[in-house]
């Protein structure tokens, strides 16, 4: 099970700040769940076909088909900014430099 150490720890790690009855009462919440998930790796499930999905829908595939497309320059045309064939836009990723 988990201790009351354990659940101030994951609390730091999640940035929560918890006051003591909030401590208390995740500690008992996740010892219920921890004891629930102990009780359910004690079921026999050896006779149980596995399975992917619980609703018994199976992907439907179709052939690929070729098809006109947008003329690149078209597509450049509708862009707000390019650069040659290429069409630019804002950085999204943090690139690690200073702010």
Sequence with gaps: MISNEDVKKLALLARLNLS????????KDL???????ERLQ???VSKVDPMSHVHGAT???????LKPSLPVEAALELAPDHSGRFIRVPIVIDQGGEN
């Design 20 to 27: 003591e009855p909030e401590a208390q009462r995740l500690h």
């Design 31 to 37: 010892n219920s769940i921890l004891g629930y998930m």
């Design 42 to 44: 004690k079921v026999d």
């Design 59 to 65: 992907n439907v595939f179709r052939e690929d088909e």
